[in-house]
């Protein structure tokens, strides 16, 4: 029951993008010597070393005052390298954060909570540019889209009648753009613990409330997969719509009540989908099962039926064929 209303919780949760900190680290930013001097005339070869740093939401950036004189980490923008000798250039904050001035041998720390690039400079040597880049950070287990580790796949779901239990894994673990993802699925008879016979749905992706992928009047014989691959990064649903289900007997009991009504049995889960930072396109389009499952299905029949009918005709032939012959060996002890 208690994970019934886990699922329930996480499953009607609306879709937040939140990132999630895998494990947040420090960056150092030397101010170097001779930081100071306009003229680039210095040992240095950059205001701020190293100019460009790339970190993780959640990371912290510490900067250190390697210059003999005071200097501050302002977020905006500089006014480059000669901008300022016009004199009537300072450069333009933009609020996000300021350090205020520090002096030689201090240091200032920002912790950065938000995904974005920042630039920032110096308000007292506005020539002194640098910039933060700050991505999402990827975590390397498989989670919602609030964030929220699954710490044991399959994640499972249930109808609001409780009749159907759909059990869901991707892989793998963590989704990224350009790159298949497989939504592997089994359908349960929460009741019986045994898989469904037959179950009718849609299947319906989302991403950021937008839908992207929709393939209705699905058959699923206890189970089936749908590959994907996302275009974009973001938060997205996996919904299975319009479940029918005649249980695991495969008939309609009249004990499991009156025909429910469809548009509510609905299974939803969410995931996140990751910028992709080794593959930035793909040539496939949506890559789909091989077949239709309706015709796994019949396909199924005829691999049960087949066999079955030809043993049996095997075994009525050695009764009843013509040119009855006995498998014993001559000499054998007859017991
Ligand atoms: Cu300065």
């Known amino acids: 029951m208690k994970t019934f209303l886990f699922i329930i919780l996480v499953s009607s949760f609306a879709v937040v993008n939140l990132v999630s900190f895998a494990s947040a680290e420090e ?18 070869d950059n205001w701020f070393e190293p100019p460009v ?3 993780n939401a959640g990371d912290t950036v510490t900067w250190i ?34 350090s205020g001035r520090f002096l030689k041998d201090e240091s200032w720390s920002f912790t950065f909570l938000n995904t974005g690039l920042f630039n920032y400079y110096c308000t007292i040597h506005p020539w002194m540019e640098g ?35 759909l059990d ?37 992706l989302l991403q950021s409330d937008v839908e992207i992928f929709r393939d209705e009047g699905l058959t699923s014989v206890g189970g089936d997969y749908r590959n994907y691959i996302f275009d974009k990064p973001g938060p997205i649903e996996i919904r299975f719509e319009n479940i029918e289900s005649a249980g695991s007997s495969g008939i309609e009991s009249a004990a499991r009540g009156p ?34 499952v309706e015709l796994q299905y019949e396909i199924l029949i005829l691999i049960i039926t087949i066999p079955g009918a030809l043993a049996i005709i095997a075994v009525l032939y050695m009764m009843y064929g013509k040119g009855k012959r006995s498998f014993r060996k001559p000499g054998a002890v007859k017991i």
């Open 168 to 204: 869901l894994t991707w892989e793998p673990d963590v989704i990224l753009t350009h790159e298949k993802v497989a939504f592997i699925y089994h359908t349960y008879d929460p009741a019986t613990n045994s898989n469904l016979d037959k179950m009718k749905y849609n299947f319906i």
């Open 27 to 44: 960056y150092f930013v030397s101010i170097p010597f001779g930081a100071y001097d306009p003229t680039f005339d210095t040992p240095v």
């Open 65 to 98: 005052n390697d210059d003999r004189e005071g200097h501050t980490v302002t977020s905006g923008q500089g006014t480059g390298r000669f901008g300022w000798m016009s004199g009537t250039k300072f450069g333009e904050p933009s609020g996000v954060f300021d």
């Open 259 to 292: 025909a429910a009504d469809l548009s509510m049995r609905t299974i939803v889960f969410t995931a996140m989908v990751y910028d992709n930072t080794q593959k930035q396109e793909h040539h496939e389009i949506v890559v789909q099962p091989a077949k239709r």
């Open 131 to 165: 910039v933060v880049f700050v991505g999402e950070s990827i975590p390397n287990y498989p989670h919602d889209a609030n964030g929220q580790k699954i710490d044991e796949f399959p994640i499972i779901g249930y109808t609001h009648d409780g009749l159907v239990e």
């Open 53 to 55: 740093v790339a970190i």
